[in-house]
């Protein structure tokens, strides 16, 4: 499919580094020579010189043969002129970057839908739902959910003492009878394995499972990954992303505290919040925070718009005793940073933005995705429609494509977590982890364009 | 000060005040009881004054500011008490001139305060001009002006705000004149509902009226000696609690109800105080009461209940004698007094959204003495309130308690018994009525000493107009060109 990426900022980078190395052929529209030759230095996609506003330009990158229009420059005004004009040109799937207005806008005069236009995302909206994801669940790294909330996709990350240190996949294996789970993957120095059976689990890797959230708590403890409720946060920094996420908590009834140093910032923050506390302080005043209690807070988030402090603060959240610290970080490139420096994840806003707009890409027959560490894998959800070959044979006997793994059988009663014997049928949804060379690979298997 | 234009103003009051004598006239007519020339006389004084006054400063531009504003209203309401006070000196139902202007003020401020001794006495015409004053001043006869006179249209929001009670006023539309046609026909439809209500009740339509009138208004004048106990009525007397009740809320949330969206009131942080708070007083007063004052549990509900709110809410209705209650629930009641209705109603006080405000304005100060780089701001319905109205009530409180206890120190100083000095005072000021000690509930305010009766009558003033208004007038440099 032919992709058309405007903008060759951070947020066009990654979408369109993602998308080409699942195979579909990439043009990216940016009116900066420089950054446009850099991009096609880096990665495998065609660039056009020129602004995404003009027909011309759209013209020039194949706008008539486009499957898939993605307008994502650092201007509003650009990225919705840029979709219009694809809309007429008829391309199928248009998306917009929009500061302006997010998918929880609930203003009704001008909507995503009035414009024509399929998708428009928010980056503040996208960052804060990340971090208030990762956030609300001590020590997991990654949650998310699928068949409507019945299956949870979890990361945990193995610490020295815990028992799984050196198990092999097999014989976690035997542990699945009582409550079944699979091990999708292992991330370790930065790299994704999909384990096979004599794959061993090492202290300091993250481990993702799949398992039924009924079964969540149970297999939590069998693997000895100890769990707090957070109850106590504390947000440094309150501008947009911190005011989106205290506000969130505090509606969940969590003891929030924002930090932040402007008078301006602290006033609107007690005008706006309700039962958060508001304190003017540096992010780093670290009597201030003690005496505050940064010590007894579940989880720290460090968002305030400087990058380096916010990393600093999160550091020293850690020394003085906070349980988990997050941080906001611009670069992409200190995202990588987090594990090295003790701190327990990076968020990046324009990760954060080109991770939902792939998720949004893959709708369809695919039905829910969630992203891994970075991009480096997906778990996707497909829905097994039509005559496929591969349906009434039990798994073990087909040839399932490499760097993937089928998680979990959903059907309308009830949830398989996948073993050598489950067998698909047409209708049911399936859970399936992959890492991106082999998303293609995947799709092709489940039949889907 | 453009004084042209505030005389200009009050003259057009006065005119319309004089309308206002003749409607008791046909009951002193069909009555012969001659009081028919009383009302006459007094509106033929009031329309040669205003008219007079309108004829001479008829050219003054109508642009009112706000000292224009401040002055109109006190003078305004001064004027009403004194001309209001008229009819009872010509049909000479009071000893003096002094206790008629009390009574017309206790009238027009709504308080109930009375220095007569046997009420049933008075003719019925009277009766209803009593009833008229509390129900006029009760919504305001400058909103009422302001939704009749078009003359008043420019700056006649510094009237609204200057007579509306309340830290904060409500527009319900963006025309002046037309929030004070839906306030006055919110007002309307609620007397009349209590009227008929009443009557269901077995009274005649002369006292459901003037017992309607003084309910609404949230003023407490009856036309029997023994108040609303003289009726003897359950039914009666659950009727004036409700509407007691309803009274002391803020007609912006009636006017939101009968538009068709009721929720807003449970909405309104002020309303829920102002419930809770009665419901608590009801609940103490009848654990007080328990064994000591009634017997029966339905008795004691009948009586606590009308009790506090008729106190709550400013209006000093009685169907029973406090003052035989358990010291505790005296106490209480005094407290009571100081509460108020709410914002934006016709009931008197310091009003319920001072008292919240007050109470979290402190509780953020001790927060911040715990968290010394915290910042917070105090909030009502959700939304914060600005700082300078927090100074402002900080401030009224400050004069409300210093008006108390100078008029207090006056009474005192006139012979006034202890008990009897301070609580004339805070029954004035809150304009609620009956007190404790020589003022109680089967008391009245004749005995008092005729500068105390002035005294007081500021107080009424002061109270309904909510100080800062009245206090303006003496401030330095108001009356500056």
């Known amino acids: 499919m032919r992709v058309i990426v405007v903008g060759a900022g951070e947020v066009g980078y990654h979408t369109a580094h993602r998308l080409s190395i699942e195979g579909h052929e990439v043009v990216v529209v940016e009116a900066d020579r420089r950054r446009l030759s850099e991009i096609e230095e880096r990665i495998n996609v065609m660039g056009v010189e020129g602004s995404g506003a003009h027909a011309e330009t759209l013209e020039a990158a194949g706008v008539r043969s486009c499957g898939l229009f993605i307008a994502v420059t650092d201007i509003d005004e650009v990225n919705i002129v840029a979709c219009l004009l694809a809309r007429e040109y008829n391309v199928p799937t248009k998306i917009a970057r929009v500061k302006a207005m997010g998918s929880g806008s609930t203003n009704p005069l001008l909507s995503a839908h009035k414009l024509g236009i399929e998708m428009i995302i928010n980056p503040l909206d996208a960052v804060a739902q990340d971090i208030v994801n990762i956030a609300a669940h001590s020590s997991a790294l990654e949650i998310a959910e699928f068949a409507d909330g019945r299956i949870l996709f979890v990361g945990y990350p193995v610490a020295e003492d815990n028992p799984l240190c050196g198990v092999t996949i097999s014989e976690l294996g035997d542990l699945g009878v009582v409550y079944p789970f699979v091990m999708t993957a292992i991330t370790r120095n930065g790299a994704t394995i999909i384990p096979r059976g004599e794959d061993t689990v090492e202290a300091g890797d993250h481990v993702f499972l799949l398992l039924r959230k009924d079964d969540h708590p ?39 505290t924002v930090v932040d140093p402007d008078d301006a910032t602290c006033d609107r923050l007690a005008e706006q919040l309700d039962s958060a506390m508001v304190l003017k302080a540096p992010i780093i005043d670290v009597a201030t925070l003690t005496s505050e209690g940064i010590g007894l807070s579940d989880v720290v988030v460090a968002v305030s718009g400087d990058e ?43 990760l954060s933005t080109a991770n939902a707009i792939l998720k949004y890409v893959r709708r369809g027959d695919i039905l829910s995705v969630a992203t891994v560490e970075e991009n480096q894998a997906e778990v996707i959800e497909f829905l097994v429609s039509g005559e496929m070959p591969f349906i009434g044979k039990k798994l073990k006997d087909l040839s399932f494509p490499t760097g993937a793994i089928i998680g979990a059988i959903v059907t309308d009663e009830r949830i398989e977590i996948a073993s050598g014997d489950t067998v698909m049928h047409e209708g049911d949804r399936v859970v399936v982890f992959a890492v991106p060379e082999s998303i293609v690979a995947v799709e092709a298997f489940f039949g889907v364009a | 000060m453009n004084l042209k234009v505030t005389f200009k103003v009050l003259g057009a009051l006065i005119l319309f005040l004089s309308c206002a004598f003749l409607l008791p006239v046909p009951l002193g007519v069909v009555d012969a009881d001659g009081t028919h020339w009383a009302l006459l006389m007094a509106a ?11 004829y001479v400063c008829g050219d003054a531009k109508p642009e009112l500011g706000h000292r224009e504003g401040f002055a109109v209203v006190t003078l305004g309401w001064a004027l009403f008490g004194i001309v209001g006070a008229l009819p009872y000196y010509f049909a000479e139902a009071t000893p003096t001139f002094i206790d008629a202007v009390f009574e017309s003020l206790s009238g027009f401020t709504t308080t109930g305060a009375t220095i007569l001794t046997d009420i049933e006495a008075l003719p019925r015409s009277l009766h209803l001009w009593r009833a008229l004053t509390h129900w006029m001043g009760g919504m305001g006869i400058i909103v009422l002006s302001l939704a009749i006179l078009p003359m008043l249209g420019v700056g006649g929001m510094q009237l609204f705000k200057a007579e509306v009670p309340g830290p904060t006023t409500d527009r319900l539309s963006p025309r002046i004149q037309d929030t004070a046609k839906l306030l006055w026909g919110v007002y309307v439809g609620l007397t009349a509902v209590e009227i008929v209500l009443l ?12 017992h309607a009138f003084a309910t609404m208004a949230t003023g407490g004048f009856s036309t029997k000696n023994a108040s609303v106990a003289g009726f003897n009525s359950a039914y009666i007397d659950y009727v004036i609690t409700l509407f007691m009740f309803l009274a002391g809320v803020n007609f912006a949330l009636h006017y939101a109800w009968l538009a068709g969206k009721p929720l807003r009131m449970f909405k309104n942080e002020e309303f829920r105080w102002y419930t809770i708070i009665a419901v608590a007083a009801t609940l103490i007063l009848m654990i007080a009461n328990w064994g000591t004052a009634y017997d029966t549990i339905g008795e004691n509900f009948r009586y606590s209940i009308f009790q506090a709110v008729s106190i709550l809410t400013t209006t000093g209705f009685g169907t029973a004698d406090y003052e035989l209650w358990p010291y505790l629930c005296q106490v209480l009641l005094v407290l009571l007094m100081f509460i108020g209705g709410s914002a934006g109603s016709t009931g008197g006080g310091a009003k319920v959204s001072r008292m919240v405000l007050i109470v979290k304005h402190a509780t953020v100060q001790m927060w911040r003495l715990i968290h010394p780089r915290g910042v917070r701001r105090v909030k009502l319905d959700g939304r914060a309130v600005p700082e300078e109205v927090l100074q402002s009530i900080l401030g009224f409180f400050a004069l409300y308690l210093a008006v108390i206890g100078i008029a207090s120190l006056v009474m005192g100083g006139l ?16 304009n609620i009525g009956p007190g404790l000690g020589g003022v109680g509930p089967t008391d009245n305010y004749a005995h008092l000493p005729q500068l105390g009766k002035v005294v007081l009558s500021f107080c009424m003033l002061m109270g309904r107009l909510e100080i800062f208004t009245v206090l303006a007038l003496w401030y330095p440099g108001f009356w500056r060109r």
């Open chain 2, 415 to 430: 012979g006034v018994e202890p008990v009897t000095a301070v609580a004339s005072v805070i029954a004035s000021i809150g």
């Open chain 2, 44 to 54: 033929l004084v009031g329309a040669l004054a205003g008219g007079t006054v309108l």
């Open chain 1, 308 to 350: 380096e402090r916010n990393i600093l603060a999160a550091l020293l959240a850690k020394k003085n005793g906070a349980s988990r610290a997050l941080c906001l970080v611009d670069t992409p490139d200190y995202v990588s940073l987090a594990p090295s420096l003790g701190i327990d994840a990076c968020v990046s806003p324009r």
């Open chain 2, 199 to 210: 009557m269901f009740g077995g009274m005649d339509w002369f006292d459901a009226t003037c």
């Open chain 1, 218 to 256: 149970s297999v939590r403890y069998m693997l000895g990954f100890e769990h707090e409720h957070v109850k106590r946060m504390m947000v440094l920094g309150g501008g947009d992303i911190g005011y989106r996420v205290a506000r969130h908590f505090e509606k969940n009834k969590l003891r929030v």
